[in-house]
């Protein structure tokens, strides 16, 4: 059964730092591509970062490039978001999401319709 297990979301400061987690289990984690997404109250899905099975490069949307950065340790079977800056903005239950994309360059804008997801994490912001 495949299951991605989330944790780490907090209410902090804005300014503050958190590191949100990822535990995969079910699949083989290096043949799938992970990434992360966020839903804020009456707002759609949207794709944060995702970092490729096939060759290791990351992405990120232009919100939160250069403050957030996605990795794995596959040693873990574990992906990371470690999002630094953080605005009122980022505020989101925050998803991670997999799906088996092969040699494609993953698109941001498609994790939220990875075949897989985790049940979310809260991460609030305060100003």
């Known amino acids: 059964e495949v299951q991605l297990v989330e944790s780490g979301g907090a209410l902090v400061q804005a300014g503050g730092s958190l590191r949100l987690s990822c535990a995969a289990s079910g699949f083989t984690f290096n043949d799938y591509t992970f990434g992360w997404f966020r839903q804020a109250p009456g707002k759609e899905r949207e794709g944060v970062s995702c970092?490729?099975?096939?060759?290791?490069?990351?992405y990120y949307a232009s919100a939160v490039k250069g403050r957030f950065t996605i990795s794995k340790d596959s040693a873990k079977n574990t992906v990371y978001l470690q999002m630094n800056e953080l605005k009122p903005e980022d505020t989101a239950v925050y998803y991670c999401a997999a799906n088996s994309l092969g040699p494609y360059q993953p698109l941001v804008d498609a994790i939220p319709f990875y075949d897989y997801r985790g049940q979310g994490t809260q991460v609030t912001v305060s100003s």
């Open positions: 970092i490729s099975s096939h060759d290791g490069r990351s």
